[in-house]
């Protein structure tokens, strides 16, 4: 019996061996167009996301719980070529009503009318936007994108403090052949904002969002006023050395502006265990042609305006946690613009739920302390003050916005184990109004003297 055993064992052994040697000798069957796409990458995405406001007395608060979910895909590269498509849709579960105007001021909710549709605050269910759908060309090192895409740089990014992203659609090309070198180089001629479910043409996208005060003191009139057809930026990203990252973006915004960025951050030895945070940023724009449109009252920037920004950040780096002390000085040549709908500004002292976009001089300063190591749990804090020009100086206070202070809290967790993609994080931010109370309510209604809570659940797979 035993000897069976073996002999079977042995003819086992030499069919296995068998299938090993057609296996290694036979050819690789070739591929149909149909395996790059069954065997490209799919990947989803819920998001609910639950945004309160609580305003001073006497003036409205707002809340709104908004969930949703997208998909997207990507094809096996086809002689460097890959197709890319998503799309995201979003309810409104359960919010205040958003259309509702706060008596006093006549004004709308800031934050919370974000996580839907701004142009329709009415429509609670019919919210959904295809948000990328590009050809990419791979090669070597390096990808050229043509169509709607995500793309992340300074001034133009997702700005992902709503239910989703800024979007936008032209043709960017990402060189990385030389070695630590990124080059960017970038023409966009749609953006569809956060908070919006259309694409517009660029001067139509320049907004779509509050449109503060002109320079004589009046209400704006841009929106749907600005002649632009395209954005172009060009980017270069440099590793100098282990310890020094140098940028440098140009961004001309046809017949509107441009405007140009230069940034050194670094991280020096003090000892086994600490490193010096050192950072220095410098932010130049001028106007183009009318600042697009020849009625003073309709362009987006006054004819013949400039402005300066310069920033600095120094810090220490320990093994668990990072502390910065951040300064940004808005010059008083002229006010700092960049439509929002674009993204949030690169500033050193930016801080969540408030810009100084829009303003010039402007005295900036905030700390931070967040979390140095890679971990699941993610605290921060930061603490900022901001000097504002005058609350009647509409040249360089676009927004009415008085000096204040701004505390922020946040702990985001990534969980792990079965519940991995599952990551939650919560916001909690307070500005205060500093010196005097403001006369007028419209300078204090979702800008002072005010708390707001963000709780965020993310799942992705």
Do not use: C
Not at 171 to 177: A, D, K, Q, R
């Amino acid at each position: 019996m035993k000897y069976l055993v073996i002999l079977w064992l042995a003819l086992q052994s030499f069919t296995l061996l068998g299938q090993e040697a057609d296996t290694v000798v036979q050819p690789a069957p070739k591929r149909k167009l149909l395996d790059y796409f069954t065997g490209g990458n799919s990947h989803g995405h819920f998001r609910y996301y639950f945004m309160a406001t609580d305003n001073a007395p006497g003036l409205t608060d707002y809340y709104a719980n908004a969930f949703g979910g997208g998909l997207g895909f990507t094809n096996l590269p086809f002689h460097g070529f890959q197709l890319g498509v998503s799309g995201f849709y979003i309810f409104n579960v359960g919010s205040s009503n958003l259309a509702k105007r706060d008596p006093s001021t006549n004004q709308l909710s800031r934050y919370e009318t974000g996580q839907f549709d701004i142009e329709d605050l009415a429509n609670r269910h019919d919210l959904d936007r295809l948000e990328e759908l590009y050809l990419k060309y791979n090669f070597r090192k390096s990808k050229i994108t043509a169509g709607r895409q995500i793309i992340k740089t300074p001034f133009i990014n997702p700005q992902d403090g709503r239910m989703r992203p800024t979007t936008v659609q032209g043709i960017s090309l990402e060189i990385n052949e030389i070695q630590k070198t990124n080059v960017h180089l970038i023409v966009l001629d749609r953006i569809a904002p956060r908070g919006t479910i259309r694409w517009y043409h660029i001067g139509e996208s320049i907004g779509k969002y509050a449109q503060g005060r002109n320079i004589y003191g009046e209400q704006s009139d841009y929106a749907s006023n600005i002649n632009s057809k395209f954005v172009a930026i060009a980017g270069l990203q440099v590793q100098a050395n282990k310890n020094w990252k140098i940028q440098a973006w140009n961004y001309f915004t046809d017949n509107v502006f441009n405007s140009a960025l230069f940034q050194a951050d670094g991280l020096l030895p003090l000892s086994p265990t600490q490193q010096l945070i050192l950072g220095f940023q410098v932010i130049r724009q001028d106007v183009i042609n009318d600042g697009g449109n020849p009625d003073p009252k309709k362009a987006y920037a006054a004819s013949g305006w400039h402005s300066n920004i310069f920033g600095s950040r120094i810090g220490i780096r320990g093994t668990e946690l990072d502390f910065t002390l951040n300064y940004t000085r808005i010059s008083n040549d002229g006010r700092f613009l960049m439509p929002r709908e674009w993204g949030k500004e690169p500033l050193y002292t930016f801080m969540q739920r408030e810009r100084n976009e829009g303003s010039g001089g402007v005295h900036a300063v905030m700390a931070r302390l967040a979390q140095a190591r890679k971990s699941k749990w993610k605290p921060g804090l930061a603490l900022g003050y901001f000097q504002m020009p005058g609350l009647d100086n509409a040249l360089l206070n676009k927004y009415g916005m008085p000096t204040y202070w701004q505390i922020n809290g946040d702990i985001k967790h990534e969980f792990e184990g079965f519940f991995e993609g599952l990551d939650a994080e919560l916001i909690v931010v307070y500005k205060g109004n500093v010196g005097a109370q403001p006369e007028k309510a419209s300078f204090v209604f979702n800008k002072v003297n005010m708390w707001h809570t963000n709780f965020i659940v993310n799942y992705h797979f």
